[in-house]
């Protein structure tokens, strides 16, 4: 995600009143902020749901209609997201 310039610091505010509720959402087993180390308006969370069922339900739930809104309103540019799958994991 990436913010209009200064607009990072008010999204590590929000994301902090929103992360537990995020991940204590049914299904949601893992979820982490990274910050980019050149732009430090640019976000990406990264996320592990039990399933696509679970990601879905988090989508339209009151939560994310609360969070989602709020976010994307403090955008420079429209978000990417992506739902992956491991393919290889190494110790």
């Known amino acids: 995600m990436a913010f209009r310039p200064g607009e990072g ?6 994301f902090e009143g929103w992360r537990h509720r995020i991940r204590s959402f049914p299904g949601c087993h893992h979820l982490a902020l990274w910050r ?3 732009d430090p308006d640019v976000f990406f969370t990264h996320s592990h ?5 679970d990601l ?3 989508r339209t739930s ?6 989602w809104p ?3 309103a403090l955008f420079r540019e429209p978000a990417a997201a992506w739902s ?4 290889v994991r190494m110790p």
Do not use: S
């Open 62 to 67: 009151d939560v994310f209609a609360e969070v």
């Open 84 to 87: 992956v799958h491991e393919e």
């Open 56 to 58: 879905e339900r988090y």
């Open 9 to 14: 610091e008010r999204f590590l505010e929000l």
């Open 36 to 38: 980019d180390t050149a």
């Open 70 to 72: 709020t976010v994307k």
């Open 49 to 53: 749901w039990e399933g696509e069922a």
